[in-house]
């Protein structure tokens, strides 16, 4: 197993210095200096010239590659020509919001999606088959942005259940200790702020669970099917065993590995996904901060945002290959 996993972290060099490098190589092609956009549109030449030389733009762009190449392998993010801060402080916040959202979003897609396939699949053409396999292909083609859209008008304006925008109340922010507001708020004991920042999770947490949960279910469904008709199954149930544990007992442990295999995808896809949940919902995820670095073309920003996430997204997939053996003792890993 441990040099399997050696191995495995070994490939993720080359694939995150392919990454770097066409992230690099495509922010470049984006019209426009940086430094003018820095300074705006009445800045003279002069100043744009200096700010130019200042930041390293006018070196070749194989000796920009390589001084940022550099920098990563110091634990050096760079620094944001924006703000001039460094990119590993002004980065966590942001991705700490992501990942709480995306953390919330995947739980209700995993416990919604896997029991509703399971039931799907165990009253098989009933019209709970029927009702919840069209609710997932509604869910799959539902644009999120409407989907947040009317969340937002039904439940906030309307009923006035919860609110549109943020993660905390105004009026009482929490204090940040690891900029997991959940946590925070357990670790510091402010029950009365933990509901407070739920109530700002659901709504945005609801939009972004919709199509991995839609997708979920329907792989569920499909992998249960399958396996309730092997030989194992018809013998358990034969034996007077009760429908319940054969579902979930014997079923699903051998129905899973597809459903991991989409759920490790979705949550890598969330993290990195979720820019339309943060804009409608004024969410401080990451997705908006790269987006905003996008739009004053802060390079720093950029590289080592996408560089953080792929870096997530692909040890989420060796987490999820490192559990394939733990529910099937048939998989090994040499």
Do not use: C
């Not at 997991?180 to 708020?185: A, E, G, I, R, W």
């Amino acid at each position: 197993m441990l040099s399997y996993i050696g191995k495995r972290l070994l490939q993720l060099i080359p694939v995150l210095l392919g990454m770097t490098f066409i992230v690099f190589m495509i922010i470049r092609a984006i019209p426009g200096n940086p430094a003018q956009v820095i300074l705006g549109q009445q800045a003279t030449a002069e100043a744009v010239a200096a700010l130019t030389t200042k930041l390293g733009l006018d070196k070749p762009w194989y000796t920009q590659y390589f001084d940022y190449l550099g920098a990563i392998l110091k634990g050096d993010l760079g620094e944001s020509m924006r703000t001039r801060t460094p990119v590993a402080d002004e980065l966590w916040p942001y991705l700490a919001a992501t990942f709480e959202l995306a953390l919330f979003a995947i739980i209700i897609a995993i416990v919604v999606g896997i029991n509703a396939g399971i039931v799907s699949a165990w009253f098989q053409n009933s019209w709970f088959d029927y009702t919840a396999m069209i609710l997932a292909l509604i869910g799959v083609s539902m644009p999120i942005f409407w989907l947040g859209l009317m969340g937002q008008w039904v439940f906030a304006l309307e009923l006035s259940w919860l609110p549109t925008t943020g993660r905390e109340e105004v009026r009482a922010p929490v204090t940040a200790i690891t900029n997991l507001y959940v946590l925070d708020t357990i670790i510091q004991g402010r029950f009365d702020q933990l509901w407070q920042v739920l109530r700002h999770l659901i709504l945005p947490g609801l939009a972004l669970a919709t199509i991995p949960m839609a997708i979920i279910a329907r792989m569920t469904r499909s992998s249960m099917l399958e396996v309730m008709r092997s030989d194992y199954v018809r013998t358990a149930r034969a034996k007077g065993q009760k429908m319940f544990w054969v579902v979930y007992k014997h079923a699903l442990k051998n129905a899973i590995i597809p459903v991991l295999t989409i759920i490790g995808l979705q949550m890598g896809m969330l993290l990195g996904g979720a820019i339309l949940t943060e804009t409608i919902f004024a969410w401080p995820g990451v997705g908006r901060y790269i987006y905003d670095a996008i739009s004053y073309r802060d390079y720093p920003v950029i590289q080592s945002g996408i560089l953080v996430i792929a870096f997530f997204f692909v040890m989420i997939n060796l987490v999820v290959d490192l559990l394939y053996s733990l529910i099937d003792p048939r998989i090994k890993y040499e």
